[in-house]
């Protein structure tokens, strides 16, 4: 009996960044679905079933943590991985609405976004707002 893969939702507008977090994706037994930017990414959201999505906090045209506020305003305790290049992720901290958002600093390994995943899909008790994971050079 085969079991449906768990559905990830990826919105980043760096095609190269996509297609290594879905591999990476598809490598953990997840199904990867792309979004090249917020609108497309939250028209996504709102048309499709999800179980978690991995966001980039610095995209063109507006910024991630909008989308995670819309996801978050439509499911509260949606797992979400927020990724960027910057260090800006420390102040996720700081907002209460994207507690249990799960940070991920560019660049990252295969094995780093593997144990955001794992982070981020934990039961919600005593997961820390605005978690960092990974420290690649």
Do not use: W, Y
């Not at 939250?42 to 045209?61: C, H, P, T």
């Amino acid at each position: 009996m085969s079991f449906p893969l768990p559905r990830v939702l990826v919105i980043d507008d760096q095609p190269d960044v996509r297609t290594m977090v879905s591999i990476v994706l598809r490598i953990n037994h997840f199904e990867a679905v792309e979004a090249a930017s917020a609108a497309a990414g939250l028209k996504e959201f709102e048309s499709s079933k999800f179980d978690l999505a991995i966001v980039d906090i610095f995209l063109q045209g507006t910024n991630g943590f909008e989308v995670i506020l819309k996801m978050r305003e439509r499911i509260p305790d949606f797992p979400i991985v927020a990724i960027s290049g910057m260090t800006m992720l420390d102040f996720v901290n700081e907002t209460p609405e994207l507690a249990n958002v799960v940070c991920l600093q560019k660049p990252f390994r295969p094995a780093e976004l593997a144990l955001a995943l794992e982070v981020a899909t934990r039961p919600r008790s005593g997961v820390v707002a605005g978690k960092l994971v990974g420290t690649a050079p």
